[in-house]
């Protein structure tokens, strides 16, 4: 088995690093990083999905299965995509909730 290459994380690694610095920017600042992301994320499944080639039969090739006859690199940037997306909706979902929290204590405060 194949051990995943730290370059993977890299993007879910940016947009988390990325989120945490944009909450002392604007409000607009946060969701233009976390739409940028997600579309990057998604560009990357995309673009490794059809980079992946047609999969050799097993049968002739002698590989466990068809997709291990794929090329690895390829998968990689599939998994980093797949990695980032799940990162931008849990960032949303969180984003979300900070800033109702905000919201709620401005409210609080002004009252």
Do not use: H, Q
């Amino acid at each position: 088995m194949d051990i995943v290459p730290g370059y993977v994380f890299i993007l879910p690694a940016v947009i988390v690093v990325g989120w945490i610095l944009s909450w002392w920017a604007a409000r607009w600042v946060r969701w233009f990083l976390l739409s940028g992301a997600a579309v990057v994320s998604v560009l990357c499944v995309v673009i490794g999905w059809l980079a992946l080639g047609p999969r050799a039969d097993p049968g002739t090739v002698t590989c466990s299965s068809s997709w291990a006859c794929t090329d690895p690199g390829s998968l990689y940037v599939v998994a980093a995509g797949l990695l980032g997306f799940g990162c931008c909706a849990v960032l949303v979902i969180l984003a979300l909730v900070g800033e109702a929290i905000l919201l709620w204590r401005g409210r609080r405060v002004s009252n």
